[in-house]
């Protein structure tokens, strides 16, 4: 019991996190999974080798709970877990804008919680997961978390007050630079290249600027500097960038994302 962990929710990210547990060395009997749907819950467990089971089966049999459902369905998964919660057992939610208050409230005073933004390249076992504690959540607690998140990737600790800002810029991150690509690919079209080819080429652009700025240790700006010869074809892509302010429209673009996860965050009382 004291290794298991429960996954409440086995939607697209809990089977990101499942497997990525289980490759870093996880045993099956180690997890426990639960969902709406039957069908799902079949495949999971068919797939995978883990157990399910209804939510007061998981609770009782779980050391740690990963609260893995959408925001406007986390009410309600908190209405079944509480009756069933021991404890020091370490309630972790990744629903977005939820504080750890909102679920401490609901589940009584003294529970552990902490709460994660992961993002989409967990799937790809590169992902960047911030994790933030409750009032109750200690060292032990936030160790048990970063073992499971780094399954998937990086894992980082910080105050709960930056978790919006960290949902705009790496919880939303990975659309911008989606955006970014889409874009580049429809330029690459525009000029003649097939769309499969554009596609190729930004892509291992884009995967190895990337290991570069993660790898070399230098500043972005020196980076550039590094492609950009005076008089030469970057600066003058660079100008029009500039020219048609693409700087200024990702910083505002950001802070409006984080806005908005300040203002769902006042329906839970953050």
Known sequence: MDNTLAILGVGTFGEVLLAGM????????????????????????????????????????????????????LGSLLDEIAPHLRPNQLVISVAAGVPTTFIE???GASVAVIRAMPNTPAQVDEGMTVISPGSHAGDTHLAQAEAIFASVGRVLQLPERQQDAVTALSGSGPAYFYFLVEAMIDAGILLGLPRALA???????????ARMLRDSGE??????????????????????????????????AIEAARDRSVELGKAYGN
Do not use: C, F, M
């Open 105 to 107: 409230h609901r589940l």
């Open 22 to 73: 289980l490759s870093s060395g996880t045993k099956p009997e180690q997890l426990i999974v639960t969902g709406r749907r039957p069908e799902r819950i079949a495949e999971i467990t068919e797939k995978y080798s883990v157990r399910a089971g209804d939510v007061a089966t998981a609770v009782s049999e779980a050391h740690a709970l990963l609260l893995a459902v959408k925001p406007q369905d």
């Open 199 to 209: 596609a190729d080429l930004i892509v291992q652009t884009a995967l190895g600027s």
């Open 219 to 252: 500043h972005p700006v020196q980076l550039r500097e590094a492609v950009t010869s005076p008089g030469g074809t970057t600066i003058n892509a660079i100008r029009e960038l500039e020219r048609h302010g693409v700087r200024s429209a990702l910083i505002e």
